[in-house]
């Protein structure tokens, strides 16, 4: 049985893509850094042990890339006083385990907290339609996941649903790694679903004003192999181009209708990103348009008297923030495997399956263990 | 974090359910029959073996493509039983409970459903009990199934040894990623259902070529392939490796995972058996297995390699790399 999908993991076409990655590294006679920006990759680099067989002086960093971890504390802060204050929410199954500075949601359900997890923003339509009572849906994720948000509110959603919007704009996020950086970082592997939305065209000015490639690659194990090697070619080049690896699904210009309905919806607005800085530009937030939907309108007094939050222990310790600016390995953290569990995560990284920490403890330490110790 | 009360993780079959029966359900347990952890207990009974084990079933939604929890809850202990090589089930005993305002019609179907799986498994309800709850006590029902088989010879989840191979008696991932995606109404179209099955019968025609070259079996059930070998690993201590490319998944439950970014490896199977095979005897249990109806995609898929003391399971990916597999608790659709 051929598996889906095999035509992009074949293992001659692999070994040829590693080859010219090598030589291309081999090229810059010294030692070359790039980041990508997706959880995604970071999966697919675990899943099929891609992390080993890069060459020795390539380091591949891990940017701000799940949109579960760089949900900030207090927006899930504030999901959960709602949900405390007896109203019900929806939101994707990855939100439940993430704490926020005292709580998961996951926490506060086991304490008779109202909350079901919903796998399509339509399911939070449809939910609504079905009850009188308010219904808040807790709505996280980048680009991708904030367009179908943003149809829902288009398509004449119930009265009673709330939207409570904790979306991110990716692009925000690069900038400002790109400005904080110091040049450290010299190309970027842009994550290719995201691009099916904004086009890759939308890169143009940033590789421009930053001097540095990006290349849009896909998730399966020749994408990102030949996504990076396309990627140090430029950065030995010193090309500041944006490429297209992923060119079976992304346009330069994107998705027109998807990125017109999520501006109707959405204003960019800075906040911060978990982890990483106070983003300007970073946040999704509710048009004015849409108040009668915005639950931080709908709810503004019970948010605003919300019990203060008392920040628990391990959370100080926790290395989620350098993790997520490349700055630090999930094994450099203290709490990594052993306070800090996929079922009872201290930081945000070990909750998504697209979370630094959690790919790389299911993975065995980012697929690089097995193989390094793996004699047998 | 709130550590004073049960979270749903404490039933997905992860480490927090592991932590819950070892440190509270079995605290200050000392009976190694208990202590085993094994799929069912076994008990000297004459010069035989008694075999006895329980399940209980709530599944949501009560009907799934491929079955329902009535040929679940007869499967899921049949399968029990049949793992610790009891084939021959003397009886089962049957808990229903029941939310006030459940359809009868319903039930009726149910009780075919369970009539009808105890046939194929050659035994039958003995005894049972029956509750009804106030409406919102509990989720429409809760089946509580035991049962109680004899054999000859007992087989342990813990009995690989270095040089076995690993065979799996069929596609994995197939009855957690049917129920997921009629559970929350996904749309997948395709053949996705689930494969729960009585296996006595499948294991009864293994264990008759090759009895003694069994050496371990376990039901990838709840954790899946990933977490049944796993525990099979560190209770044996040694080191097993698979090898993707080998593992049998069906193209609708392959397309799921990749669609909802979930490890088939990772889902529960409900009529699907892991056997620990001396390599020599692989190949006639593999002609035993694809000769019954259950078996016929049959496959080895690893090997157990050495003795490390410690236990783990290495994947061998199908693009030329290898990574250490974890087992985790119910896996959840990526957001993006």
Known sequence: MTPLGFQFRDVERGRALQARLERAVARAGRPVTVMHVCGSHEQAIARFGLRARFPGQLRVQMGPGCPVCVTDAPEIDACIALARCGVRILTYGDMLGVPGRAQSLDDARAEGARVDVIYAATQAAEIARETDEPVVFFATGFETTAVATAAILLGAPPANLFVLSAHKWVPAAMEVVASTSGGRIEGYLAAGHAATITGWGLFEPFAARHRKPVVVAGFEPLDILSGLALLVEHVVAEEARVVNAFSRCVTRDGNARALEALFRVFDTSGGEWRGIAYVPAGNLTLRPDFAHHDARVRFATELASAAPVVERAHVAECLCAAIMTGQALPTDCPHFGAACRPDAPVGACMVSTEGVCRIWFEHGVGGARATEGGGA | ?336
């Open chain 2, 1 to 336: 974090m709130t550590d004073d009360r049960v979270k749903l993780a404490h039933g997905a079959g992860g480490p927090a359910m592991r932590a819950l029966i070892r440190g509270v359900l079995l605290e200050g347990e000392t009976h190694a029959e208990t202590l085993a952890m094994d799929d069912g207990a076994a008990v000297p009974f004459g010069d035989r073996w008694l075999v006895f084990s329980s399940d209980a079933h709530v599944v949501q939604p009560i009907f799934f493509p491929g079955g329902d929890i009535g040929r679940l809850s007869v499967s899921g202990v049949v399968n029990d039983l049949a793992m610790m090589g009891a084939c021959d089930i003397l009886g089962l005993a049957s808990n229903v409970v029941l939310e006030e305002g459940f359809s009868l019609d319903s039930l009726r179907t149910i009780q075919s459903s369970v009539r009808a799986t105890c046939t194929e498994a050659g035994t039958r309800i003995l005894t049972g009990d029956t509750k009804v709850m106030r409406r919102g006590e509990v989720d429409g029902i809760v089946l509580s199934t035991a049962g109680v088989g004899i054999t000859d010879r007992v087989v342990r989840n813990a009995g690989l040894r270095p040089g076995d191979a690993i065979v799996v008696t069929g596609t994995v991932g197939d009855h957690g990623l049917a129920v997921l995606s009629a559970r929350n109404n996904l749309g997948l179209r395709g053949d996705l259902r689930s494969d729960v099955a009585p296996l006595n019968g499948l294991v009864r025609a293994a264990l008759a070529v090759a009895s003694d070259a069994v050496h371990a079996m376990k039901d990838p059930t709840r954790g899946g392939v990933t977490g049944a070998l796993v525990e099979m690993a560190e209770k044996a201590g040694v080191t097993v490796v698979l090898e993707e490319a080998s593992i049998p998944v069906s193209h609708a439950a392959r397309a799921a995972a990749e669609v909802l970014g979930i490890d088939p490896l990772l889902v529960a199977n409900e009529g699907k058996a892991l056997l620990a095979v001396a390599r020599d005897r692989v190949e006639v249990v593999l002609d035993a297995l694809h000769a019954h109806p259950l078996g016929h995609q049959a496959a080895c898929i690893g090997r157990v390699v050495e003795n490390t003391g410690s236990g783990a399971v290495l994947l061998e990916t199908g693009f030329g790399t290898r990574r250490l597999l974890e087992r985790d608790s119910d896996p959840l659709p990526r957001i993006c």
